[in-house]
């Protein structure tokens, strides 16, 4: 090991910068942190360091004697000879030196950091690859939740507790994966702290080590898993169990965590494969058996996706449950196909409507959807497709109203229709889409010609 990780306490310690330029500037922003006093020398010292009440400036040359008594130096010049000599004063006089950017300079180096107090995370390449180490720290920042240091804090505040709870030391770890893990956690990250430690004060009082489970209601998005959030891969790889249908993508599903116990409630157009009743007392079951049970939804579970209806149970059984927005079709599919939803000259509004009535009619405001200047999207609209465009045409929309259809959006089978409401009716019976589709009406459509960008044209587009 080149370098050996310590972390270093330098509150209200004095650290010397050399340098008052825009590399002085990004070092001593992140020394600030750390609640030291800083002196900087320098000829000329930038504003934005002057203006700090942390920052003793002093505009002149470096000197020697400027190390003396100093808990660390740090050189941020851009000349040779006097990081140079910056360098040689330091350890003549044994204290740490950092030189920016020139390792064999330094003592010590700036590891890139993760900081979620008082969680920190330092990573180094040794000053080998910098870029690597930052595209690391750029992976951590994804995936660890910003709220991990209130995380961190509650588990302090309860440390001593757990010890005299539990004698093992194996007992603790058990205790205390379960908890970082599970619930506690999970209420944490939504900012619900009361609860959280409610929920781990109840957790130790308890004879066993056990834990409550929990629905995380999820939208995976339309079909391209770099769509989904951070929060929705985070729960998809701590659930125990799973319940997906046949809107989430086998690419998504690949993300779940690998040993969770998969459900499918599949559901096509007309056949419920398990009936919405079941699906949500399968869900309350679950969750009461202890398990965390993720319910995998396509798109946005709030949007057309009988999100209400899942937790609805839930509540009434006072299960916890989060739920988690997803990208809707409607957005997935308008941007993949460069079809804006909203522009200033063509349409001020946009309205998701469904072409899927529960009993199976299509009674829609017809007069309202109409109206120009709007963009209206219809959700499982293909089977009512040719009555969907009559009837908006008999309403007053413009026969010659472009439409879209996308299937698949955001998926490599995606694919495009472009015609008019007078003609897409004949379009898709000669060339029959496959489910799932979006049909979006209104001017906006037209400018896909001129918006459709790289990531459209990887995939299929039929333009007509
Ligand atoms: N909750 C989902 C919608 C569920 S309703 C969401 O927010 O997107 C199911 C309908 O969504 C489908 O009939 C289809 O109209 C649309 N849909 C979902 N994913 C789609 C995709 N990748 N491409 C096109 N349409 C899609």
Same mark, same amino acid.
Not at 19 to 44: F, H, M, T, W, Y
Not at 283 to 302: I, N, S, T, W, Y
Not at 375 to 396: A, D, N, W
């Given at each position: 090991?080149q370098y ?20 002085a500037?990004?070092?001593i922003?992140?020394l600030?942190?750390?609640g ?7 000829p000329e010292i ?18 020697r ?54 969680l920190?995370? #330092?990573?180094?390449? +040794?000053?080998? =690859?910098?870029?690597? %180490?930052r595209?690391i720290?750029?992976? *951590? @920042? ?10 961190a ?18 007992d603790r ?5 379960k908890?970082l893990n599970?619930?506690v ?12 430690e ?5 957790e130790?009082?308890?004879?066993e ?13 339309p ?7 951070f ?12 319940l ?15 040993d969770?116990?998969?459900?499918y409630? #599949?559901?096509?157009? +007309?056949?419920? =494969?398990?009936p919405q %009743? ?5 869900? *309350? @079951? ?7 049970v ?12 009988r999100?209400?209806e ?7 059984h ?11 079709a ?19 509004s946009?309205?998701f ?6 009993d ?6 017809w ?23 009559t009837k ?16 698949k959006?955001?998926?490599p ?11 897409m ?7 029959p889409?496959r ?11 037209s400018l896909h010609?001129?918006l459709q960008?790289?990531g459209?044209?990887?995939h299929?587009v039929?333009?007509?």
């Amino acid at each position: 090991m080149q370098y050996f990780p310590l972390f270093h306490r330098f509150q209200d310690k004095p650290i010397l910068v050399v340098g008052g330029g825009d590399i002085a500037v990004r070092k001593i922003n992140l020394l600030q942190r750390s609640g030291c006093k800083i002196k900087v020398v320098a000829p000329e010292i930038s504003d934005g360091i002057a203006s700090k009440p942390q920052c003793d400036c002093h505009y002149r040359r470096f000197e020697r004697e400027d190390v003396q008594g100093m808990a660390l130096v740090v050189s941020a010049t851009d000349k040779t000879e006097v990081n140079q000599l910056v360098a040689d004063s330091a350890r003549a006089a044994g204290v740490l030196v950092n030189v920016v950017d020139t390792p064999d300079l330094c003592d010590v180096i700036f590891p890139s950091i993760v900081d979620r107090d008082p969680l920190i995370i #330092g990573i180094t390449s +040794s000053g080998q =690859a910098p870029v690597l %180490a930052r595209s690391i720290r750029a992976k *951590l @920042e994804s995936t660890i939740p910003a709220s991990y240091g209130h995380l961190a804090q509650l588990a302090s505040r309860f440390r001593n507790a757990v010890k005299q709870r539990f004698d093992r030391l194996d007992d603790r770890r058990y205790f205390w994966e379960k908890i970082l893990n599970g619930t506690v956690a999970e209420h944490v990250y939504s900012g619900r702290m009361e609860q959280a430690e409610k929920l781990l004060e109840a957790e130790l009082q308890r004879a066993e080590v056990s834990h409550t489970g929990e629905v995380y209601l999820v939208g995976a998005g339309p079909g391209d898993p770099d769509l989904l959030t951070f929060k929705a891969l985070r729960l998809m790889q701590q659930a125990d169990v799973v319940l997906y249908d046949r809107l989430v993508s086998d690419a998504i599903l690949d993300l779940v965590r690998r040993d969770a116990e998969r459900l499918y409630v #599949g559901k096509q157009r +007309s056949e419920h =494969a398990v009936p919405q %009743a079941d699906i949500n007392q399968t869900l *309350l @079951e679950l969750a009461q058996q202890g398990k965390r049970v993720l319910r995998l939804k396509g798109g946005d579970p709030f949007i057309f996706g009988r999100g209400g209806e899942e937790i609805d149970l839930l509540a009434e059984h006072g299960v916890p449950f989060q739920v988690v927005p997803g990208i809707t079709a409607a957005s997935g599919c308008a941007c993949y196909t460069g079809i804006p939803l909203t522009h200033r000259d063509y349409a001020q509004s946009v309205r998701f409507v469904t072409g899927h009535l529960k009993d199976g009619s299509l009674d829609l405001p017809w007069t309202e959807l109409a109206s120009k200047q709007q963009t209206v999207v219809f959700y499982m609209g293909l089977m009512g497709l040719p009555k969907i465009c009559t009837k908006l045409i008999q309403h007053g929309r413009a026969p010659d109203t472009p439409i879209a259809l996308v299937q698949k959006g955001t998926t490599p089978d995606q694919r495009l229709w472009v015609a008019t409401l007078a003609t897409m009716p004949d379009l898709i019976q000669q060339d029959p889409p496959r489910a799932p589709t979006l049909i979006i009406v209104g001017e906006v459509v037209s400018l896909h010609e001129r918006l459709q960008w790289a990531g459209t044209a990887t995939h299929p587009v039929i333009d007509t």
